[in-house]
Nanobody, 125 residues
Framework: VQLQASGGGLVQAGGSLRLSCTAS????????MGWFRQAPGKEREFVAA????????SYANAVKGRFTISKDTAKNTVYLQMNSLKTEDTAAYYC???????????????????WGQGTQVTVSS
């Protein structure tokens, strides 16, 4: 499994960005795709996740109502639409894939076996 993240950039507070994560490899039907972020000096934290089959999703409280995770199965791509961005959203954002994860562990980065490279999101005030 290989993951390629893109879409980061510099945006003013209140603005929007859309991140993309394109996956390649075997079928992803049993996978959960997640987005995590890591700011300098901080631990990697959960942002959002979505089940490849069914599409049920989960969000961190800090981004609920502002971020939306979605998928395009035909393109093997997962998106993270980020609206109303805040300076505290500044971080490197990583996409990840985990196999057969149950809902209760979707926010645990240790459960994800595959990671893409980070894409930097910088929100200026």
């Amino acid at each position: 499994v290989q993951l390629q993240a893109s879409g980061g950039g510099l945006v003013q507070a209140g603005g929007s960005l859309r991140l993309s994560c394109t996956a390649s490899g075997p079928t992803f039907n049993s996978y959960v795709m997640g987005w995590f972020r890591q700011a300098p000096g901080k631990e990697r934290e959960f942002v959002a996740a979505i089940k490849w089959m069914g599409g049920s999703s989960s969000y961190a409280n800090a981004v609920k109502g502002r971020f939306t995770i979605s998928k395009d199965t035909a393109k093997n791509t997962v998106y993270l639409q980020m609206n109303s961005l805040k300076t505290e959203d500044t971080a490197a954002y990583y996409c990840a894939a985990g196999r057969s994860l149950i809902t209760s562990v979707m926010s645990d980065p240790a459960k994800y076996g595959y990671w893409g490279q980070g894409t930097q999101v910088t929100v200026s005030s």
